[in-house]
């Protein structure tokens, strides 16, 4: 079997917009000396819960930056299932066409009801053989990207993101990487690039068949 894998944000949707909005709006109530800007979390995105403390709270305390934190995660997890976010052209009919030939996962570092999320707001739950992510799982992203492969008999994985972590996962597991160019964050290097979701379906192929 083989199987493409893929990276939630900045690769099959973009949530910003909605999230800094969601933020501001805990944050203006509870911590109003903190503001979110796009610029921000574009440069969090693909970080998870512990780097989010880290680097943006950095002026709270802990107890409170996990309160905070976990306050905004269950607002943009409500929001997302009812209204969703902006998916990225084409997403839902390249994955139909994908799942003919081959396994889909997804692996990101967010928390387990976004991802929940994403997947019941455009049900895909159907199209996957597999999904993990941090909020659910101790690993980092590359262990829980060779934990997915482990554990559905993958004989060989791609795996598409848009991050330097993504592209790091990606040879932690010892896959080769795909570097979603549309998304959130700059590599260094990789094996294919994509500079919109659908040229996926040809790079698979190219990669996958080797």
């Known amino acids: 079997m083989k199987a493409v894998i893929f990276d939630?944000?900045?690769?099959?949707w973009d949530t910003s917009d909605v999230v800094v909005k969601i933020w501001n709006s805990v944050l203006s109530r509870r911590c109003p000396r903190l503001k979110m800007t796009k610029e921000i979390m574009s440069s969090l995105m693909g970080k998870n819960k512990a780097q989010f403390m880290d680097d943006f709270f950095v002026s709270v305390k802990k107890a409170e930056a996990e309160s905070l934190i976990n306050e905004i995660?269950?607002?943009?997890?409500?929001?997302?299932k009812k209204h969703g976010a902006n998916m990225y052209d084409g997403v839902v009919d390249t994955l139909k066409i994908l799942k003919e030939k081959y396994k889909l996962a997804i692996v990101s570092n967010c928390?387990?009801?976004?991802?929940?999320?994403?997947?019941?707001y455009y049900s895909l739950r159907e199209l996957l053989t597999d999904f993990e992510c941090a909020g659910s799982s101790p690993l980092s992203?590359?262990?829980n990207i060779a934990l997915v492969i482990s554990r559905n008999g993958f004989e060989k994985a791609i795996y598409v993101g848009d991050t330097k972590s993504d592209e790091n996962a990606a040879k932690e597991a010892g896959i080769s990487f795909v570097y979603a160019s549309?998304?959130?964050?700059?590599?260094?290097?990789?094996?294919?690039v994509i500079n919109s979701f659908g040229e996926?379906?040809?790079i698979a192929d190219e990669l996958l068949s080797e």
């Open 8 to 12: 939630l944000d900045g690769t099959l």
């Open 73 to 80: 995660f269950k607002c943009e997890q409500e929001y997302l």
């Open 111 to 120: 928390q387990s009801g976004y991802l929940n999320s994403f997947l019941e």
């Open 141 to 143: 992203k590359g262990e």
């Open 182 to 192: 549309y998304g959130f964050g700059e590599v260094d290097s990789y094996d294919a």
């Open 200 to 202: 996926i379906k040809t």
